[in-house]
């Protein structure tokens, strides 16, 4: 059975941090492409950074240089560093794994007050 479980979100004010992680299990985590994602209401879910399996990453353009995805294969886990936070930033943020088969976590509220 497949899990993706978020943790790390919050409420933070503006220009704040938070790091989120994702604990994965029953996938093969060390080959898979992880990815945080994000939705607000009323909009598709949007890409915020990848990471391969190789290490490999791609960010999002409004989120370069603020934020920082890493993977820590011997925990399975991924880890999404968000500084420099912004209001517009607020969304809920889901974990991706993609390998065989695509799979979600259930997403952690972040909150980013002005």
């Known amino acids: 059975q497949v899990q993706l479980v978020e943790s790390g979100g919050g409420l933070v004010q503006d220009g704040g941090s938070l790091r989120l992680s994702c604990a994965a299990s029953?996938?093969?985590?060390?080959?898979?492409?992880m990815g945080w994602y994000r939705q607000t209401p009323g909009k598709q879910r949007e890409l915020v950074a990848t990471i391969t399996g190789g290490g490999s990453t791609n960010y999002a353009d409004s989120v370069k240089g603020r934020f920082t995805i890493s993977r820590d294969n011997a925990k399975n886990t991924v880890y999404l560093q968000m500084n420099g936070l912004k209001p517009e930033d607020t969304a809920v943020y889901y974990c991706?794994?993609?390998?065989?088969?695509?799979?979600w976590g259930q997403g952690t509220q972040v909150t980013v007050s002005s």
């Open positions: 991706n794994s993609r390998g065989y088969g695509t799979y």
């Open positions: 029953g996938i093969f985590f060390n080959i898979n492409t």
